[in-house]
């Protein structure tokens, strides 16, 4: 079967469809993907929302690519006059769901760190989605999360996916067609292979297990990361999460190798960076 890396060779792509879209709409999508704004920032939302002639892609896109809480903020806040009523009506909606999704899987990381990580007392960090947002004193229903990530110490991974299956947590072994491990052999081929263990609880939040960090490119010293972890409050629990210049680069490095292709993601990046505004040397010298 053909990849589509082959069909984009036997089928090339139009130049056209590569150059960056310079609309209204795209140049609203980047700019309502930020955290924050300027007061130069919030003109400019008013300014561009008067030429976009095509919502319907606004919102669509805004909310596949998980920027959609922020957008309809920054939207109603500086150019409700300018946005249809219903467009922003349907944002709102949105919106709701994506931070009723993000804080359905905040809960589902609280409950698995309490059932499966205290009570073993090893070495974890939690890495992007909730963890990232709070560990930058963003909200959490601003930041869309579709799952939760959890590096823990080599030694301790097989522990980890054994306490979780115990606990009643699924592991997964396909998602097409989906299918769990379904015997105590499956379970402990995964346990000790899998570079990382994909659960599922019962609220069908998936929650990855990584013994390693990252895949290509930057080599991270685990040691390190589990030793300068930070802290966190988490819905009233506190946890540990990577020290902040180090997430810095893993996040830099990991929505790289998926060519930033969520504007969810750049808000990251934009509010990472207004963090470290008086610390460029020191992320470099990480780097």
């Known amino acids: ?41 919030a003109e400019e939302i008013q300014q561009l929302a008067a030429h976009v002639t095509d919502w319907d892609y606004f919102v669509e896109t805004s909310a596949n690519k998980f920027s959609i809480p922020l957008s309809y903020r920054h939207l109603n806040a500086f150019a409700s006059d300018v946005v249809p ?14 931070g009723l999704h993000s804080l359905k899987n905040a809960s589902a990381l609280v409950a698995f760190h309490r059932a499966c990580i205290e009570t073993l007392g090893i070495k974890y960090v939690y890495m992007k989605g909730v963890a990232l947002s709070r560990q930058f004193n963003r909200e959490i229903a601003d930041r869309f999360s579709r799952d939760v990530d959890i590096l823990v110490e080599e030694k301790s991974f097989r522990r980890v996916v054994l306490t979780a299956v115990e606990n ?49 490119g930057l080599k991270f010293d685990l040691n390190e990361i589990m030793d300068n972890a930070e ?31 969520r504007l969810h993601w750049l808000t990251d990046l934009n509010a990472m960076a207004n963090a470290f505004q008086n610390e460029r040397e020191y992320i470099i010298k990480k780097a």
């Open 1 to 41: 079967m053909a990849t589509k890396y082959q069909n984009s060779m036997t089928h090339p792509i139009s130049p056209a469809l590569l150059q960056p879209r310079q609309d209204a709409a795209a140049k609203l999508l980047l700019l309502t993907a930020r955290a924050e704004l300027t007061a130069a920032q």
């Open 85 to 98: 009523k219903t467009t922003l009506d349907r944002m709102r909606r949105l919106a709701k769901l994506s």
């Open 168 to 216: 009643g947590y699924q592991l997964l072994i396909d998602n097409q067609p989906l299918e769990f491990a379904a015997s105590k052999q499956d379970v402990s081929f995964i346990a000790q292979h899998a570079v990382v263990a994909t659960l599922v609880d019962s609220g069908g939040v998936h929650i990855e297990i990584h013994r390693r960090l990252g895949k290509l």
């Open 231 to 261: 802290q966190v409050d988490l819905l009233g629990t506190r946890i540990k999460t990577i020290e902040k210049a180090t997430h810095f680069i893993y996040i830099c490095s990991h929505h790289s190798r998926h060519f930033w292709s």
